[in-house]
């Protein structure tokens, strides 16, 4: 039970979603406080400056009606009492006493409190309205305090004093109950954002859920199966994109093997099963010697073309795009292609092919095995398929941006249209060429093409059926 909740809980740090919603429930709540905290500081002040005013305002009114009636006291009386006025807010309680000039009371509100008598009330000052002060008196209540000076009788320049005190119970209640207002305000904002926060986040990471449960899903019967990103955010767009196109990677690497696979049992079954009825037939009855050695010499001709065959596929699968098994040196790419041409020549001289090779002398900066397989597995093609008596040719030139280009081309049979995408197929022989030329395995164009791609280079042929084909390859410059 305590572990089960200590892994709920360390889930619940771990996960983005809380950790946003956390992020944003905080934020939310500073500044919602900060905003209440301004706003309720505010109020405090306009009140302050409320109640100050009542209480001048409250000063000049009955100084304005003693002018009025020439000093007469009971013409304020209303005002004294404090009895509500129509015009005044009616909850403001306050009391007044009013003093003459040897500080004698001359009038009262009758309902002022003792607490309040006892009040100490400023100093009467020709600038009353600076020294107003709040006090609390016994009875635990507060009171705004104004002393002010009060001329009696303009004729008798009769003076005297007036004091009030305003009961700040009510202003004070006021505030008390928006401070609750705001409280209760600020926890249902908190409690709205932190659920909207959740919907957000949860809503904005939907896209994680998605790609994580398609990744548990691949099956390698379902790798056609893509996500659906057109409407994702755009931080987690290119993660959807990049999972599509490794999707697709897997798709078509997963085609190519099972399509090698298949092709290579195909391409193994029908030697292996001539190899078995050739033996059963010899076995059949006795023989004589030289059946036995044609028997032998054809079995072993069989055997080699497969024993290529499975070279190659080794080859392909093996070197499959790792760069690491590449075994870099420097190549004088001249004398190395005279080197392989010497090879070829008497293979050439049978069947009365010329060959030639053209060019400067440069370096390339690759793996001389490999080099070795392109260059002889891209002549072996040119001899093989073109007919006694015609060219073979090899130009090595540097491009402008200083990479190599070696161009192989021959006058032979040529490559029909419709086959020029194929050629680089695995096992796949144009059908041209497997008259012309029945040994062959469809594995050397592959095998040149992997080798290319790992040196960073590419490979292009051209050709026009009948009238011969150009290879070219092209070596970044990397030295
Ligand atoms: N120089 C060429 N002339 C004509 N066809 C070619 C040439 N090189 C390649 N091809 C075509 O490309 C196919 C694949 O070549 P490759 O992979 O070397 O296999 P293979 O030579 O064993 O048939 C050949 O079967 C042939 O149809
Ligand atoms: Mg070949």
Redo the contacts with the bound molecule.
Sequence with gaps: MFLKNVERISRFKNSISSRLTISYMLVSLTALIIIGLFLYEDLNLSMFDFEEKYLIDEVYLIQSLLDERHGDLSAANSEINAIPHALKKASYRYYVQIFDSEGHLLKRTSTMPKSVQHLKFPLATPNWQESMMTQKAIDKKTYLLVTAPLVLNHKTQKNGTIQIALDLAYPNQLISLYHWHIALLILGVFIISALLGRLVTSRGLKPLFVLANTAENVRLDQLNQRINVSDWPQELLSVGQAFNKMLSRIENAFKRLNKSTSELAHELRTPVASLMLEAEVARTRPRDIAYYEKLVDSSLEELKRLTEIMNGVLFLANTNHSETCLNLSKIEVMSELKNILNLYSALAKEKNIELNLSGISCFLTADTVLFHRVIS??L???I???PNGGKVSISLSIKQDRSIQINIS?T????PKE?HEQ?FEDF???P???TF?E??????????KQIMELHGGSIQ?E?VEKQ??T?QLVFPNIS
Excluded: C, E, H
Excluded at 412 to 415: D, F, H, K, R
Excluded at 439 to 448: A, D, E, R
């Design positions: 597995n891209l072996a093609n040119a093989n398929y073109t021959d032979g049979i040529g490559i086959y050629i796949f022989r144009a041209n060429a497997k030329y040994q062959g395995s469809g594995l050397g164009l592959p095998i040149v042929i050709s011969g084909a290879v």
